[in-house]
């Protein structure tokens, strides 16, 4: 089992940055690959962005790319997004996630809200 918990997700202006955050524990030495959605109101659950657990190769949505900025922290089990220039748009509950071999875990969530 792999527990995920976000933090970090808050109000900011358009334009704004924020830095959030995920915290792995349990097996943690059997992630193959973490990554970041979200879910805007109304829509689907997107991809954000892919990090593999091997070489630490990554792949960004095209709304993202160039804005937004993942990173892993292997001694703390952690995996960060860095968001620069945030739109509107980017409004939504990101989560975390996790894969294993044989599973896959998520988050409960981190709400982050771009408006003036």
């Known amino acids: 089992q792999v527990q995920l918990v976000e933090s970090g997700g808050t109000l900011v202006q358009p334009g704004g940055s924020l830095r959030l955050s995920c915290v792995a524990s349990?097996?943690?030495?059997?992630?193959?690959?973490m990554s970041w959605y979200r879910q805007a109101p109304g829509k689907e659950r997107e991809l954000v962005v892919h990090?593999?657990?091997?070489?630490?190769?990554?792949k960004y949505a095209g709304s993202v790319k160039g804005r937004f900025t993942i990173s892993r922290d292997y001694a703390k089990n952690t995996v960060s997004l860095q968001m620069n220039s945030l739109k509107p748009e980017d409004t939504a509950v990101y989560y975390c996630?996790?894969?294993?071999?044989?599973?896959?875990?998520w988050g409960q969530g981190t709400q982050v809200t771009v408006s003036s």
């Open positions: 996630n996790a894969v294993t071999m044989h599973d896959d875990y």
């Open positions: 990090i593999n657990s091997v070489g630490g190769s990554t």
């Open positions: 349990g097996f943690t030495s059997r992630i193959s690959a």
